[in-house]
C-alpha cells in the first residue's frame, strides 16, 4: 500500500529577504486610495457603455430569450413595412395607369354632352324666331305676362 507523506519545502519555513514593515507606520488614508482608483475610472461612459456592463446581471436564458423576441419583432414589423409600400406602389401606380385616362375621357365626355345640350337650346331658340305667325303671339303674350311680373333687377 502507498502512504503519503507531506513534505514541507524550505523557501516556505525561511523568511524572504527585503525590507520589513512595521505596522505602526502603516496608515490607511482615503487620498492614497482615491488617487489609484481614479486613474481607472473611464472619462466619458456612455449609456451604450452601461447597458453592455449591466448584461452580466440578465441570466443567459433570459437574454436569449429577449434577443429572439426583438429579433422576431423586427423581422415582422419589417416584413410589414415592406409589404405595404409594395402595396402603396401598386395601387398609385395603377391610379396612374388607369384613373387618369379615365378621368380624361369622362371630361371630353361631359364637355361633348355640354356642348350638344348647347347646341340644342340655340336651335330651339332659332325655332321659335323662325316660327309661324300664330306661335309668335303665343310668345308675345308670354313676354307680356312676364314683363308684367318681372321686375329689373339692380
Same mark, same amino acid.
Given at each position: 500500500m502507498v502512504e503519503l507523506v507531506e513534505v514541507e519545502d524550505e523557501s516556505f519555513e525561511n523568511k524572504q529577504a527585503g525590507p520589513e514593515y512595521d505596522d505602526d507606520d502603516y496608515s490607511d488614508t482615503d487620498s492614497e486610495i482615491s488617487t489609484d482608483d481614479e486613474d481607472e475610472v473611464p472619462e466619458e461612459e456612455t449609456l451604450a457603455d452601461r447597458l453592455l456592463a449591466l448584461r452580466d446581471i440578465i441570466p443567459p436564458t433570459t437574454r436569449t430569450y429577449i434577443s429572439n423576441t426583438v429579433e422576431t419583432t423586427t423581422s415582422w414589423v419589417k416584413s410589414g413595412?415592406?409589404?405595404? +409600400? $409594395? !402595396? =402603396?406602389?401598386? *395601387?398609385? !401606380?395603377?391610379?396612374? =395607369?388607369? +384613373? *387618369? @385616362?379615365?378621368?380624361?375621357?369622362?371630361?371630353? /365626355?361631359? +364637355? *361633348?354632352? &355640354?356642348? /350638344?345640350? /348647347?347646341? $340644342?337650346?340655340? /336651335?330651339? #331658340?332659332?325655332? *321659335?324666331?323662325?316660327? &309661324? @305667325?300664330?306661335? !309668335? +303671339?303665343?310668345? #308675345?303674350q308670354l313676354n307680356a305676362q312676364l314683363n308684367g311680373q318681372a321686375k329689373p333687377a339692380l
Open positions: 413595412l415592406l409589404l405595404s +409600400g $409594395k !402595396t =402603396l406602389w401598386i *395601387v398609385s !401606380t395603377s391610379a396612374l =395607369l388607369l +384613373g *387618369v @385616362p379615365y378621368a380624361l375621357a369622362f371630361a371630353e /365626355e361631359q +364637355g *361633348v354632352m &355640354d356642348y /350638344e345640350n /348647347e347646341q $340644342k337650346a340655340r /336651335e330651339q #331658340g332659332a325655332s *321659335v324666331f323662325n316660327a &309661324d @305667325p300664330a306661335a !309668335t +303671339g303665343q310668345l #308675345g
